[in-house]
């Protein structure tokens, strides 16, 4: 019988390959995008850690708190609730999540940790 960390880790690996509006389906918008955002700024070096949907919602509060930070970071205001569209800000202007990344992709280097595609 698998233990409860092999479990969760298969749960999060097949998260994992869903695709950002499949992730939204699955966990309700917030948690999964939160995740997603998650990976962003950890590729461009905003973050340390990256994380899936499971511990994300799993420990909401930290976790969505780091993501903020992280976008901080790069100048943006984000908004996280675990049930509603997370609200991107830049310079007190509401923006939409894909500007976001984009204006992470344009003003932060992708980090060497992770392989170029």
């Known amino acids: 019988m ?3 960390e092999e479990n969760l880790k298969k749960i999060n690996d097949e998260l994992e390959s869903l695709t950002d509006e499949e992730l939204e389906n699955v966990a309700g918008g917030t948690i999964g995008e ?5 990976q962003i700024l950890y590729d461009h070096g905003l973050m340390d850690n990256h994380y899936g949907s499971i511990p994300v919602m799993f420990y909401w509060k930290s976790k ?4 903020d930070a992280g976008w901080a970071k790069a100048g943006i205001t984000c ?34 940790h992770i392989s170029s595609d």
């Open 34 to 38: 939160t995740a997603g955002d998650s």
């Open 2 to 4: 698998a233990t409860r």
């Open 64 to 67: 969505s708190a780091e993501v």
């Open 79 to 112: 908004v996280t609730a675990p049930m509603g569209a997370n609200k991107y800000f830049l310079n007190n202007k509401e923006i939409s999540r894909r500007e976001a990344f984009d204006y992470v992709k344009s003003h932060f280097k992708r980090s060497h």
